[in-house]
Every structure is written in structure tokens, then in C-alpha cells.
């Protein structure tokens, strides 16, 4: 990997809903806009919960918009059409409510798969757009395809919880397996989102981070605000550890649902907020295209 940030594009993606997707979608795009990148944030969930969240609802009702088909189906329209300016120094790509149209049409036009990459990501990557993030549905089909395709990379977050590992095991089997026989899909980070428990005691959270510290091929795609190492593990298990740890992943936070209320970031609504730290990473995370111990 080279040393220096480079253009990407970043799918994020989990075939469960209710992971964090979309706030991390948003939150990422803010700080890498804060490193003075040009960014463009996609919304490829039919719902439009990004869209509406950053006060774009009337977009996303707005049947004379330019819509994704019209630009990757149609190609009677250009992603200028479509995108939006923002207030947080990023631009968006909005969510329409015809979307479902657009991915049922995916699965009948020719070359369905490559079409984002072809029409909306390779034509604005590095030119336009030093990176670009891709919110994806939390579900099998077109779209999501479409983005993994355009992207080749992915961030996956996982929230704590008995089905947590398994969601991760299900993307990997459903999603990013197959497309790896046509494509160099690169899998960036594992993303713990939403602990609020303790980890010296047997909660969902110590599972989850347990599960995935001490896999290897697992333990290098978690972020430093994430990990905890087996041995430190140990220690807190046998009553060596001194406190001293901060508390993993991205935190449960009634500042960042306050700030989607707000229609902000969250940085935009708490700046002095300490989970912006892992945002922060993320964000450098998508510049070197690895995570970095």
C-alpha cells in the first residue's frame, strides 16, 4: 500500500438491517471532507433515510430529479444531474423514491452489474471526487452488487448482539465470496458499532469483540478504537488489567441520533465529541486503504 492517501471508493455493507450503516456512511464522508477531500456520498437505499436525514426529502420525492436509472440505465442524464451540494463539505448523490424501479430494471439490461462503476464512479474518481462512499441497501440485489462492483472495496459494520458474527459470516458467504471470482474485492475494516457494555464481564460486547480479536484473519480488519488484544484480554479476565484500556468500538451515543435529528453530522453537532476519534480512523482507514496498528 502506498504511503500517501490515494483516490478510493468505499461500499458499506451488511445483509442485516439496523448495523449503523448509514451514520457511519455520513459520519466517514464528514471527516474525510474535514481532510480538505472532495467527497461525494452516495445513497443507494431505497428508503432514503440518508437522503432525508441530511434534509433532502424534498429530492428524494421530487419526480423531475435525476434519478440513478436515468444515468446509468437511460444515459439520458449525467451524475452532475443528480448530485446535490451540501453543507458539510461533502456533495450527495440522493436516494429517489423510485430506486426499487431501478433495481428491478438492473437485473434486465445488459452488462446490469457493471453499470454504476461505468457511469457514476469511474467518470467522477479522481477527477471530480477524491473519495467516494457508498451507502448501500442491507440486502442482496442490484444495487448492492452494483456498488461492490464499482468500488471493489467494502466496510462492514457489525453491532453487538447474538446474530452479529453470523450477519458477518452471511455477507461474506452471500456477497463478497461470489463477487471474488470476478473481482478484486478488498474488505477494509470490521466496524463494532453501538457497544455500551462492559467487557470485563461476559456481555454482547466482549462476544463480539472477542470473536473477532481473536480470529487473525479477522483481527487485522478491526481499527485500533475497536481492538483489544488477546493478551489484554487475558489480563482483564485474571484481574491483572488496570483499567487503563479505553472502551472499544463505536460507542452507543445519544449525540450522534440527536445530530441525524438535527440533520447534521456529527461532528457539525458536537465537535467536541470523543467518538468522532473513530470516525477519524475510518476516514484514514479509506485513505491507505488498510487498517494500521
Known amino acids: ?3 500517501e492517501p490515494q483516490p478510493n471508493a468505499v461500499a458499506l455493507n451488511t445483509l442485516k438491517g ?9 459520519n466517514t464522508a ?25 434534509n433532502f426529502r424534498e429530492v428524494y ?11 446509468i440505465i437511460d444515459r439520458d442524464a449525467e451524475p452532475d444531474d443528480a448530485i446535490v451540494s451540501t453543507e458539510f463539505g461533502f456533495d450527495l448523490f ?4 423510485d430506486l426499487e424501479d431501478v433495481q428491478d430494471r438492473l437485473g434486465s439490461v445488459n ?3 457493471v453499470r454504476m462503476r461505468q457511469f457514476l464512479v469511474e467518470p467522477l ?11 448501500t441497501p442491507g440486502s442482496t440485489g442490484h444495487l448492492t452488487d452494483n456498488a461492490l462492483v464499482a468500488t471493489e472495496s467494502i466496510l462492514v459494520p457489525l453491532r453487538p448482539g447474538p446474530e452479529s458474527l453470523g450477519g458477518f459470516e452471511r455477507t461474506v458467504e452471500r456477497l463478497i465470496k461470489p463477487l471474488r471470482e470476478f473481482i478484486s474485492l478488498d474488505l477494509l475494516a470490521i466496524v463494532p458499532t453501538d457497544l455500551q457494555r462492559r467487557i470485563d464481564q461476559q456481555t454482547l460486547d466482549r462476544e463480539l469483540i472477542e470473536s473477532l480479536v481473536t480470529r487473525e484473519h479477522l483481527a487485522a480488519k478491526v481499527p485500533n478504537f475497536a481492538y483489544i488484544s488477546p493478551a489484554d484480554l487475558e489480563k482483564i479476565d485474571s484481574g491483572e488489567w488496570d483499567g487503563s ?5 463505536i460507542r452507543h451515543s445519544e449525540s450522534l441520533s440527536r445530530a441525524i435529528g438535527d440533520h447534521k453530522p456529527l461532528r457539525d453537532y458536537a465537535p467536541e465529541d470523543s467518538i468522532l476519534s473513530s470516525f477519524e480512523e475510518l476516514a484514514s482507514i479509506i485513505e491507505h486503504g488498510e487498517v494500521r496498528r
Open 1 to 3: 500500500m502506498s504511503q
Open 30 to 54: 464528514r471527516e474525510l471532507a474535514e481532510r480538505d477531500h472532495d467527497v461525494l456520498l452516495v445513497d443507494l437505499d431505497p428508503n432514503g433515510h440518508l437522503t432525508v436525514g441530511l
Open 18 to 26: 439496523g448495523v449503523g450503516k448509514t451514520t457511519i456512511s455520513l
Open 61 to 71: 420525492l421530487d419526480d423531475e430529479h435525476a434519478d440513478l436509472g436515468e444515468i
Open 111 to 113: 452488462h446490469g452489474t
Open 125 to 135: 474518481l479522481g477527477d471530480t471526487y477524491d473519495y467516494i462512499i457508498i451507502d
Open 94 to 97: 440522493p436516494s429517489t423514491a
Open 245 to 249: 484500556l479505553p472502551k472499544p468500538g
